[in-house]
């Protein structure tokens, strides 16, 4: 019951902050222009587009099939369902529940550890900004963004400053990121950081043997146990050929996800770009996704689509009425295919979400 209440909660929340990030971003956009334009769009260009959208997921299911191979052979759609309800809830609630319920759906399923798969979710993120973050080079170099544009979005400001801020920031985050795989992958690094868990009981000195020994056992054992886990689902990245496929395959879920929105703007008016200038659109656009938002980006996927076509000289009412169209299209494959996912499964994903990794065996547990 608590978790139900948790769940309705949370959607109210996540429903009032997309309703005033929309009436944030289109206030200043006459209503009846807006939907004049959004009826004058062609909207059989969305089953393509759509289609497009699912190949782009298929890529990303036999990229995780490969980070998954070290510990767990899994077939097409013994992964393809997880990924799939994971970014549905990615795309309906906030929080990112997603990123927890992929590996939570695993484990009910495939007995695979929670830790282990957790793992394979973080290293396809880095394969994400690697790819997001060459393109974000490539569009500084190649496109032009006035300094006098400027979009002010409730407390952010649109600008080329900030573009510039988020991408440092981006940069910086990776570098870590990727430095900190790096060392949980290094044996010694392990072994030493293994060494240093289960002395800790040591320096509670203020305690008894008795206390020390059953908090070792109770909580370094089992953290130690976790912690190999999480490495082990690093294991493919020590391959360089395998690392090369994944980054490959990185390539082609974007180099797709940017043909998605090309196909989807032939049937909107106004939008007269080159594949090129909508691949800019949609780098900059996840840029700024990527800031604190609402649940499925509502209000800043907008914002940020708007700025990204002003650039390209495409007028407010036309740029605001393809973005918002475009976020529809986007997303609603994605939630129906991941419904469809959830029947098949049979598995509650809303519950597995929110608990995380509690019902996971002992071992697994701290």
């Known amino acids: 019951m608590f978790g139900s209440k948790k769940i309705i909660v949370t959607l109210i929340i996540g429903l009032l902050l997309s309703g005033i990030a929309l009436y944030v971003v289109f206030r200043n956009i006459p209503l009846s222009e807006l939907v004049n334009y959004l009826k004058s769009v062609n909207y059989w260009w969305a089953i393509p587009t759509s289609v497009i959208i699912w190949i782009s997921f298929i890529f990303r299911v036999v990229r995780w099939q490969l980070l998954l ?16 309800i994971g970014f549905m809830l990615n795309s309906i609630l906030p929080g990112r529940v997603g990123e927890l319920a992929r590996p939570a759906i695993l484990y009910k399923k495939e007995g695979v550890p929670f830790s282990k798969v957790l793992a394979t979710v973080g290293a396809e993120r880095v394969f994400d900004v690697v790819v997001l973050l060459a393109s974000f080079v490539l569009v500084l170099m190649t496109v032009k963004i006035s300094p006098e544009l400027d979009m002010k979005f409730g407390d952010y400001h649109l ?25 949980v992958s290094v044996k010694q690094t392990q072994r030493f950081i293994r060494q240093v868990v289960l002395a800790f009981p040591r320096v509670l000195f203020f305690a008894s043997n008795a ?9 370094c054992v089992r953290l130690v146990h976790i912690f190999d886990n999480f490495s082990a689902g690093f294991d493919l990245l020590k391959s360089p050929s395998k690392v090369a496929f994944c980054l490959g395959l990185s390539f082609l879920v974007w180099g ?57 000289g495409v007028p ?41 990794g509690e019902d996971q065996p002992a071992e697994e547990k701290v």
């Not at 910086?172 to 430095?179: G, K, M, Y």
């Not at 206390?211 to 909580?219: A, L």
């Not at 469809?340 to 519950?351: D, K, L, M, N, P």
């Open 211 to 219: 206390f020390k020994e059953k908090f070792r056992e109770k909580f």
């Open 316 to 356: 407010k009412n036309e740029a605001a009425g393809f973005t918002l169209a475009g976020h529809v299209v986007q997303m609603f494959p994605v939630i129906m295919i991941g419904l469809v996912s959830a029947i098949i499964t049979g598995v509650s994903v809303v519950q597995v979400a929110y608990t995380g």
């Open 159 to 183: 600008n080329k400053a900030t573009l510039e801020h988020i991408g440092i920031r981006t940069l910086q985050f990776s570098i870590v990121l990727i430095a900190g795989i790096v060392l």
């Open 256 to 312: 797709a996800g940017g043909a998605s929105y090309y196909v989807f703007s032939l049937g909107c008016p106004g939008i007269n770009l080159s594949f090129l200038e909508i691949y800019a659109v949609m780098v900059i656009l996840c840029f700024f996704i990527s800031l604190p938002s609402a649940p499925g980006y509502w209000g800043l996927w907008e914002a940020g689509g708007v700025f990204a076509l002003l650039i390209f």
């Open 69 to 84: 191979s070290p510990f767990k052979k899994t077939d097409f759609w013994s992964a393809h369902h997880p990924l799939m």
